[in-house]
C-alpha cells in the first residue's frame, strides 16, 4: 500500500500501548525516541517497558483511548488487537495494529535518526524485514555529524532564502560528504 509519510510531533503526548511483551517493548521505544508519554496496558508487561511507561493500567478498556493522539494494539492475541483497533476507528484515534496491516491507520517505519534528522522507511506494511534492510544501509551512509548540518541548517534559514538557501544548505551536505 501507497502510503503518505506524514511525521507527527509526539512530544508529551499521550500514546496508548496495549500490550506488555516484546513487540510492544519495541514500539514503545520508537514512541519514547520522540518524547510520547505512553499509557501501557496489559496484564503483564516487561520490566523494560514498565519503566516507559507514564501510565500503567492492567486491563484494556475503550476508556482508555480518551486523549490519546493515537494508539499502538500490540499483544499477542488477534482478537484483542481487533477490538483495539475497531475501538480506535470508532473513536477517530488512529492505530497501528501489529500483524495486521487491514487494522492499521499508520505504520511503524524502519527510523535513522540523527538529531532531529528522521528518516523513516515504509512499505505500506507489506514487508517490515525490507524496511530494517533498507534503514540499515542507510544508517551507515548517513553521517553522524548530520545533526550538527540540521542545526547549522536552522541557523542558516532565519537568514538566508529561497536560491541562497538552499545553495547553502547543498553546501553543508557537500562539507558532510553526502
Given at each position: ?8 510531533p509526539?512530544?508529551n503526548?499521550?500514546v ?16 519514547r525516541?520522540?518524547?510520547?508519554k505512553?499509557?501501557v ?7 523494560a517497558?514498565s ?6 493500567h492492567?486491563a ?14 500490540a ?10 483497533a475497531e475501538d480506535?476507528?470508532a ?18 517505519p524502519a ?26 544501509r ?41
Amino acid at each position: 500500500m501507497n502510503c503518505f509519510p506524514m511525521m507527527m510531533p509526539l512530544k508529551n503526548k499521550r500514546v496508548l500501548l496495549v500490550g506488555g511483551g516484546k513487540i510492544a517493548l519495541r514500539k514503545a521505544e520508537k514512541l519514547r525516541l520522540f518524547g510520547a508519554k505512553i499509557a501501557v496496558c496489559a496484564p503483564v508487561v516487561l520490566p523494560a517497558l514498565s519503566a516507559m511507561a507514564a501510565e500503567k493500567h492492567a486491563a484494556y478498556d475503550k476508556e482508555l483511548l480518551r486523549g490519546a493522539v493515537c494508539a499502538v494494539a500490540a499483544t499477542d492475541d488477534a482478537a484483542v488487537n481487533a477490538r483495539v483497533a475497531e475501538d480506535c476507528r470508532a473513536a477517530g484515534v488512529p492505530v497501528n495494529s501489529v500483524d495486521a496491516p487491514s487494522d492499521c491507520d499508520f505504520y511503524f517505519p524502519a527510523l535513522v535518526t540523527r538529531g532531529d534528522v528522521t528518516v523513516g522507511v515504509s512499505t505500506g506494511g507489506a514487508s517490515p524485514a525490507l524496511c530494517a534492510a533498507l534503514a540499515k544501509r542507510l544508517e551507515a551512509l548517513l553521517p553522524q555529524s548530520l545533526s550538527q548540518v540540521c542545526e547549522r541548517a536552522e541557523e542558516l534559514r532565519a537568514r538566508l532564502h529561497g536560491e541562497e538557501y538552499l545553495a547553502a544548505v547543498e553546501q553543508l551536505l557537500k562539507e558532510a560528504g553526502l
